[in-house]
């Protein structure tokens, strides 16, 4: 087997393993979190879930990259997959044994989260020490096709699941998933080197190299600012979608999953389309475009009529697409441009910056669309996620050959 066609034979085999670890643990997130909703009944309990969900990321997200370089990354990523397949055991047998609680619970929630911080970045810093350059943005296509397909799927598998099934059995559906991804990623072969050749001499050193890896990217920095307003503005209406539809839409719970699904079906096409075609080869106008199409239809979403939902769900599927169309070729961008050697450390940075970045649009977007309406806020976050595709662009236009 050729060079030029082995890497496929490796990424397939990692894919798959991936795809099936995801599925599997987004169904168990599911029926963890249905568990505490059907025992509790109580919202400060579920909010307390996604706290204990983010606090790993916010914690030690932007260190856990500089980890990530230190050592192999295919090590990295099996151990995390481990750590998630622990935490779901464990979780499990206390099921078992009697001994749950949400105390418990919430421990479980926290460790899976932890093997996450380091597992996204990792797998992301791995990607091209396995595939060509040339191929980045077809291949993260394919990779968000998966991620997508996970959000559609394992909710649905879970449901299914706790119907049928206690959730101690439920609970090893993780394991199994977790297993087969190790399994996989044992046998695959990594091009190269994953960890960094000379670690400097602290964490903290180490990471002011990363910081400045990032820095000296002009194109890089240059989208870091229009992006952490791109994420406070756009990012608080993922959670206030299934008011929108309560309030103004006057629907149901249906309704309201209907939104959801709406959602993750045009992300789930449009990364099988940039996974099919590679996307635009200009990928800061495609980053742009994203940004600006994605603002056009949460604006025409907010003035909507209370009786078009339908058209609503519409421009759900369109804004679900253009998330891909910025996602995929930024990732793309960065795994191409940024040292192997500084590719976790950068990678971390911008993701905890992001998920430092969400909490503050939700306090900012909380109170306002209380005062406005939550249609009121689309139509404002979709005049700014346009204005963000214009500046970005005009930002970037010159590296864009």
């Given at each position: 087997?050729?060079?030029?066609?082995?890497?496929?034979?490796?990424?397939?085999?990692?894919?798959?393993?991936?795809?099936?670890?995801?599925?599997?643990?987004?169904?168990?997130?599911?029926?963890?979190?249905?568990?505490?909703?059907?025992?509790?009944?109580?919202?400060?309990?579920?909010?307390?879930?996604?706290?204990?969900?983010?606090?790993?990321?916010?914690?030690?997200?932007?260190?856990?990259?500089?980890?990530?370089?230190?050592?192999?990354?295919?090590?990295?990523?099996?151990?995390?997959?481990?750590?998630?397949?622990?935490?779901?055991?464990?979780?499990?047998?206390?099921?078992?044994?009697?001994?749950?609680?949400?105390?418990?619970?919430?421990?479980?929630?926290?460790?899976?989260?932890?093997?996450?911080?380091?597992?996204?970045?990792?797998?992301?810093?791995?990607?091209?020490?396995?595939?060509?350059?040339?191929?980045?943005?077809?291949?993260?296509?394919?990779?968000?096709?998966?991620?997508?397909?996970?959000?559609?799927?394992?909710?649905?598998?879970?449901?299914?699941?706790?119907?049928?099934?206690?959730?101690?059995a439920v609970l090893l559906v993780d394991v199994i998933?977790?297993?087969?991804?190790?399994?996989?990623?044992?046998?695959?072969?990594?091009?190269?080197?994953?960890?960094?050749?000379?670690?400097?001499?602290?964490?903290?050193?180490?990471?002011?190299?990363?910081?400045?890896?990032?820095?000296?990217?002009?194109?890089?920095?240059?989208?870091?600012?229009?992006?952490?307003?791109?994420?406070?503005?756009?990012?608080?209406?993922?959670?206030?979608?299934?008011?929108?539809?309560?309030?103004?839409?006057?629907?149901?719970?249906?309704?309201?999953?209907?939104?959801?699904?709406?959602?993750?079906?045009?992300?789930?096409?449009?990364?099988?389309?940039?996974?099919?075609?590679?996307?635009?080869?200009?990928?800061?106008?495609?980053?742009?475009?994203?940004?600006?199409?994605?603002?056009?239809?949460?604006?025409?979403?907010?003035?909507?009529?209370?009786?078009?939902?339908?058209?609503?769900?519409?421009?759900?599927?369109?804004?679900?697409?253009?998330?891909?169309?910025?996602?995929?070729?930024?990732?793309?961008?960065?795994?191409?441009?940024?040292?192997?050697?500084?590719?976790?450390?950068?990678?971390?940075?911008?993701?905890?910056?992001?998920?430092?970045?969400?909490?503050?649009?939700?306090?900012?977007?909380?109170?306002?669309?209380?005062?406005?309406?939550?249609?009121?806020?689309?139509?404002?976050?979709?005049?700014?996620?346009?204005?963000?595709?214009?500046?970005?662009?005009?930002?970037?236009?010159?590296?864009?050959?």
């Amino acid at each position: 087997m050729s060079l030029n066609t082995a890497w496929r034979a490796t990424f397939l085999r990692i894919y798959i393993g991936q795809a099936l670890s995801i599925i599997s643990s987004s169904a168990v997130q599911f029926a963890i979190i249905w568990w505490i909703t059907v025992e509790t009944g109580s919202a400060l309990a579920l909010t307390i879930a996604s706290i204990v969900g983010l606090l790993p990321q916010a914690l030690i997200g932007m260190i856990a990259g500089v980890w990530i370089d230190r050592y192999p990354r295919k090590r990295i990523i099996m151990l995390a997959d481990g750590l998630t397949a622990v935490a779901s055991l464990v979780l499990a047998l206390c099921f078992v044994g009697g001994y749950a609680s949400l105390t418990i619970v919430y421990v479980a929630l926290f460790v899976r989260a932890l093997g996450d911080t380091f597992h996204k970045p990792a797998m992301q810093a791995a990607i091209p020490l396995i595939v060509p350059s040339s191929e980045l943005t077809r291949v993260g296509g394919l990779m968000q096709l998966v991620s997508s397909a996970g959000t559609m799927v394992g909710p649905m598998l879970g449901a299914v699941l706790m119907s049928q099934l206690r959730i101690e059995a439920v609970l090893l559906v993780d394991v199994i998933g977790a297993l087969i991804a190790v399994a996989t990623m044992a046998g695959a072969r990594f091009g190269g080197s994953a960890a960094s050749a000379a670690r400097a001499a602290s964490v903290w050193a180490d990471w002011r190299i990363g910081y400045d890896s990032f820095r000296q990217n002009v194109p890089l920095a240059r989208l870091a600012i229009p992006m952490l307003i791109a994420t406070i503005t756009f990012m608080p209406i993922g959670s206030l979608l299934p008011l929108l539809v309560k309030n103004y839409f006057n629907g149901t719970a249906w309704q309201s999953g209907l939104v959801q699904t709406a959602f993750s079906t045009g992300m789930l096409v449009g990364a099988m389309v940039i996974g099919l075609t590679g996307g635009l080869k200009r990928q800061f106008l495609m980053i742009a475009l994203a940004n600006a199409t994605l603002g056009i239809s949460a604006l025409f979403a907010g003035a909507l009529p209370a009786d078009a939902f339908w058209v609503f769900c519409g421009c759900v599927v369109v804004m679900g697409m253009s998330g891909m169309g910025f996602n995929i070729p930024f990732t793309a961008y960065i795994q191409r441009s940024v040292p192997a050697e500084h590719l976790g450390k950068v990678i971390a940075f911008l993701t905890s910056l992001m998920s430092m970045a969400a909490p503050i649009g939700m306090i900012v977007a909380g109170p306002t669309a209380e005062w406005l309406g939550v249609n009121n806020w689309m139509m404002v976050a979709g005049i700014t996620m346009i204005i963000i595709g214009g500046v970005s662009y005009l930002r970037t236009r010159e590296f864009d050959i």
